[in-house]
């Protein structure tokens, strides 16, 4: 039987600098913590379907001054390296060429809930982006037969922790600088 091994770069802790260097194919599926290599299982369709439908609807609603995308870093801290992938990311329009995305060009993260992710979605996640500063935070789960179920949180910059926001299920609306009203359920 053929032992697996992991390449010399999981193992070791790796700085903004090499990260930098490396193509968009091999950041892809990938996230850094506190330096090290995290890898991510590729996502349900129902995962991406519902990431893409939020990111649709929050960029329509954004105007000409924020975007809204999915899958792409967002650089929470550089010594040790942290960057977090979140499923989707309402950011400043005016940064859209600049690499990387940081925490103060960002409005809005969420998070899509997936069975093993649990954890890190509801918790380890949490505390980053509320450690980076950014203002708001969605936690959406999800269960194959009913509607998702969308938790919001607003940042308590003094403590640097989120404080629970409305609970939306299946359409969710908020009173960001832009309002959304979008159906999940489809």
């Known amino acids: 039987m053929t032992e697996l091994v992991a390449p010399s770069w999981m193992r070791s802790q790796i700085s ?5 260097s490396w193509s968009e194919e091999q950041c892809a599926g990938i996230e850094i913590v506190d330096g090290m290599v995290v890898v991510s299982p590729s996502a349900s369709k129902r995962h991406n379907r519902l990431a893409r439908l939020l990111a649709n609807a929050l960029d329509a609603a954004a105007g000409e001054e924020w975007n809204a995308d999915t899958d792409f870093d967002v650089r929470l801290q550089d010594v040790p390296l942290t ?3 979140p499923d989707v990311i309402v950011y400043r329009a005016e940064s859209i060429d600049v690499s990387p995305t940081r925490p103060r060009d960002v409005l809005l993260v ?17 505390d980053q982006y509320a450690k980076a500063g ?24 003094a403590a ?15 009173s960001l600088p832009f309002a959304v009203i979008v159906d999940l359920r489809g």
Request: proline share 6%.
């Open 110 to 126: 969420v998070e899509v809930v997936s069975p093993g992710s649990e954890t890190t979605d509801r918790v380890v996640k949490a």
């Open 134 to 157: 950014i203002r708001f935070y969605w936690r959406v789960e999800q269960a194959a037969d009913e509607p998702p179920i969308v938790y919001t949180y607003v940042l308590d910059p």
């Open 16 to 20: 903004a600098e090499q990260y930098d």
């Open 160 to 174: 640097q922790v989120y404080r629970d926001g409305d609970v939306f299920t299946g359409t969710v609306t908020t």
């Open 83 to 85: 960057n977090r992938r």
